[in-house]
Nanobody, 123 residues
Framework: QVHLVESGGGSVQAGGSLTLSCVASGYIFSGYCLGWFRQAPGKEREGVASIASYGTTTYADSVKGRFTISKDMAKNTLFLQMSGLKPEDTAMYYC?????????????????WGQGTQVTVSS
């Protein structure tokens, strides 16, 4: 079974940057749809970014131009580079994976999730 472990969260001031990492046990990045999601207190979980097995990326409108999703297949690691952070980006961030070689939208039914890493942005 695949396990995902996120890291890299923290507290930053508005305008700052953070890079989240998600390490996967086992070699899953070939043939997998991968994504980052977030959930703020009292709000529903929302998709942030996804990357298909063939590399195509998708972003939520709220993060376009500020966040970048990428993967290092040699290190079994998924990244989310975040810049220009805003207080509204404050949330628990989760990575997700699903064995799928087709289109990988944010609405994809991911079945494997990490435990999350907290990001807090102060104004």
């Amino acid at each position: 079974q695949v396990h995902l472990v996120e890291s890299g969260g923290g507290s930053v001031q508005a305008g700052g940057s953070l890079t989240l990492s998600c390490v996967a046990s086992g070699y899953i990045f070939s043939g997998y749809c991968l994504g980052w999601f977030r959930q703020a207190p009292g709000k529903e979980r929302e998709g942030v970014a996804s990357i298909a097995s063939y590399g195509t990326t998708t972003y939520a409108d709220s993060v376009k131009g500020r966040f970048t999703i990428s993967k290092d297949m040699a290190k079994n690691t998924l990244f989310l580079q975040m810049s220009g952070l805003k207080p509204e980006d404050t949330a628990m961030y989760y990575c997700a994976a699903e064995k799928w070689i087709g289109y990988c939208p944010l609405s994809h039914d991911f079945k494997t999730w990490g435990q999350g890493t907290q990001v807090t942005v102060s104004s």
